[in-house]
């Protein structure tokens, strides 16, 4: 039986995953088919960014497997920004189009303001409509902050947060016109953060600062859209590919047993946070990689002072081990585990 979704996904290596042959085995990927089941992205236009390689590929790849039609943006660009390769792209549209799917390929900078209008453009100009804006792409310049230069904070942080808002705003006008001319909007932005936006990464200044931006941004996102019938989350994930690969040993390939840091595994959160199915998620941050997913808690104090007037420096001074009271007033330690 032809399984769809989260099993075709995490079971069956059923996408071709070399980064240049598409495939068109009849066995796999057939989502088109008369006899298929219903997908959970059935009628959906979705957008990826930084579709061409990564987590990014495999997200479009899960989205056009559950019945979504794609637009693969993809600048094409080197881990640290630079270059334009528009072939691994138009890569993952030709399997998408090969499995019976449908993808356009958008090479637009997506770090621009009219990048981000193009591609909303392109989706609803191509497909008619424009439901689901993954917000992925990225770019690495990791320095202690010391040695930064000015160009690499400006790239990461361009590339990062305006690549998150530029389309992320041209969405919301979209969705908002819509809404307001009486059609039912079901939108949906998944951003992406990293863990070192969540704590703070030595030797990532512009990098962490942007994913704890996008953090910001999906919580403002999320509460100016929700009227307009717009959910806005992010993950945070943890996946082998061209950016970490060389950071950690652990994540080389096992040739048995489940892949945890297969980029497949991420995108199956995606699936669902599209989906109708989490029409009630909103504002969230997921931590997720393998078979492990953690919705995380926003800021909560871990230890609070009160009084009805206000506290001189000397009195906070006397009181610091009320405040800190069985916590440690050091750095918080990087992450949850
Ligand atoms: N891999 C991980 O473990 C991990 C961890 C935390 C966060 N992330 C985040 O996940 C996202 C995907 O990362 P990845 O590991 O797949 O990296 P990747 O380098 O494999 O893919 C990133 C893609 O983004 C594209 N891109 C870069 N700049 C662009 C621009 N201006 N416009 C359009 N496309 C552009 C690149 O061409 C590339 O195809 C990034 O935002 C990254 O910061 C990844």
Do not use: C
């Not at 085995?25 to 990826?48: C, H, Q, W, Y």
């Not at 917000?135 to 902050?145: E, F, V, W, Y």
């Amino acid at each position: 039986m032809l399984l769809r979704g989260h099993a075709l996904i995490t079971k069956d290596d059923r996408f071709d995953r070399s980064p240049q042959v598409p495939t068109t085995r009849s066995t796999t990927f057939e989502f088109n088919k008369k006899e298929k089941p219903m997908g959970l992205l059935d009628g959906k236009v979705a957008i990826v960014t930084g579709a061409g390689r990564g987590i990014g590929r495999d997200e479009a790849l899960l989205l056009a497997s559950e019945g979504a039609k794609l637009v693969i943006n993809d600048v094409g660009a080197s881990l640290q920004g630079e270059g334009g390769d528009k072939s691994p792209a138009q890569d993952v549209a030709d399997i998408i189009i090969a499995n019976g799917g449908e993808a356009v390929v958008n090479g637009d900078d997506i770090s621009t303001w009219n990048g981000g209008k193009n591609v909303i453009e392109q989706a609803v100009d191509t497909f008619g409509s424009m439901d689901i804006l993954v917000n992925n792409a990225g770019i690495l310049r990791d320095k202690m902050s010391f040695n930064m230069n000015e160009s690499d904070w400006d790239d990461v942080i361009r590339v990062h947060l305006k690549g998150h808002f530029a389309p992320a705003q041209h969405a919301a006008v979209y969705w908002r016109n819509k809404a307001k001319s009486g059609e039912e909007v079901t939108g949906r932005i998944i951003n992406t953060s990293s863990e070192a936006g969540l704590y703070g990464n030595a030797g990532q200044a512009n990098y962490s600062t942007a994913k704890g931006g996008i953090v910001s941004l999906t919580w403002v996102l999320a509460r100016e859209l929700e009227r307009y019938g717009v959910t806005v989350n992010a993950i945070a994930p943890r996946a082998r590919t061209r950016m970490t690969e060389n950071l950690f040993g652990e994540m080389a390939k096992s040739d048995e047993g489940f892949d945890e840091w297969d980029p497949k595994n991420v995108a199956n959160l995606i699936g669902f946070l599209a989906s109708d199915n989490a029409a009630d998620v909103t504002g969230q941050i997921f931590v997720v990689f393998g078979g492990n997913v953690w919705a995380m808690g926003g800021f909560v104090p871990v230890g609070e002072l009160h009084r009805d007037h206000a506290w001189t420096p000397s009195e906070l001074a006397d009181a610091k081990g009320d405040l800190f009271k069985g916590v440690s007033s050091g750095i918080p330690k990087f992450s949850f585990f």
